[in-house]
């Protein structure tokens, strides 16, 4: 069945929204696009005539692609090597999605969207339509083949595994670039204790390489801990020069919702640290190297420059 200009227009009206769900549920930018194209394609394949609701339908197909890809990712980061992290996504992506109320903006964070890898699939896309979409449980059954009550169920369960006693500190561009500013102070002078008193006791850092940037393969856990591995990657060195192929620039950027640096090398974003902040100071610092996925980040990094840079990192 053909495809009329008005129901592709119809689509297209969707797709942003049908990215950011699937980006929350998979954690993958890359992921989210080639799930909403098949979307696309089985919309195209549809008898449309038949679909009384065009965004119910398309949500249900959607998050049936993610489910069953959700599935076939947990197999296949049983074998990843080191620790996985999500893609991060810089600030005015619409993969993003709306990020209206606090339970929004928290539900694409990257520290939420790593511990979201703890649900099960049912439980994260409940997750993810009740809170980050506003769906009722009468629509999320529907869309999920269960009954409300079971709905309301998963949704319990889902927020008790991701319940935290900490809330998020909010931030703008302004805000985050105070915080980068304080972090790379610390991280640049060459002592551990400026940056233990930014870190709370428990605070956690992970390094994603893919296998395709060398990084650290466990979690770093406590303030001491991190600050003495961020002391060794900040340190400057002529192989370290050598080992990235030029020297690297540092900048301040909101990358899902909270403050980060990213680190260009070349005009190409080579990592990016997230620091997920909450009243109590950094809780957790994650820093993705994986160039697997920086792609789609440098892309829009390039496109909305040009950018002030804070200094060189060695």
């Known amino acids: 069945m053909s495809l009329r200009t008005y129901e592709a227009d119809l689509f297209e009206g969707f797709r942003g929204r049908l990215e950011a769900i699937a980006y929350r549920m998979l954690g993958s930018a890359g992921d989210a696009e080639d799930v909403v ?3 696309y394609l089985r919309w195209h394949a549809a008898d449309r ?27 296949r980061r049983e074998t990843y090597v080191g620790q996985w992290l999500p893609e ?43 809170e980050a979409f506003g769906y009722a449980h009468r629509e999320i059954a529907e869309i999920l083949d269960l009954t409300e009550s079971n709905c309301q169920q998963i949704h319990r369960r889902a927020r008790q595994h991701l ?31 400026p940056l233990v008193r930014l870190l709370t006791d428990d ?18 856990v406590g303030a001491l801990g991190i600050a003495r591995y961020l002391r060794g990657l900040f340190r400057p060195s ?3 020069r050598a080992l990235a192929g030029g020297e690297p620039v540092l900048y301040s950027a909101v990358v899902n919702g909270g ?24 809780v957790a610092v994650h820093l993705q190297v994986n160039p697997d996925k920086l792609e789609r980040l440098t892309r829009r990094w390039a496109a909305s420059g040009p950018h002030l840079p804070f200094s060189k990192m060695w």
């Open 49 to 75: 005539e038949r679909i009384e609701t065009p965004e119910a339908w398309l949500t249900k197909v959607l998050t049936n692609l993610c489910l069953n890809q959700l599935t076939s990712a947990r197999v």
């Open 88 to 130: 991060p996504v810089l600030a005015g992506d619409r993969m993003l999605g709306p990020a209206d109320t606090a339970e929004q903006r928290d539900s694409v964070s990257l520290a939420m969207l790593t511990l979201m890898e703890r649900l099960s699939p049912n439980e994260r896309a409940v997750y993810v339509l009740r």
């Open 238 to 240: 002529a192989a370290k």
């Open 163 to 193: 319940a935290s006693g900490r809330p998020r500190a909010e931030v703008d561009a302004a805000a985050a670039r105070k915080v980068v500013e304080e972090f790379l102070a610390a991280a640049l002078s060459g002592d551990t204790e």
């Open 203 to 220: 605070a956690v850092g992970v390094a994603d390489g893919g296998a395709r940037v060398p990084a650290r393969r466990s979690p770093v």
């Open 37 to 39: 194209q098949e979307t």
């Open 259 to 282: 403050p980060a640096v990213l680190v260009s090398i070349d005009e190409r974003i080579a990592g990016v640290i997230c620091l997920h902040t909450t009243t109590d100071g950094v």
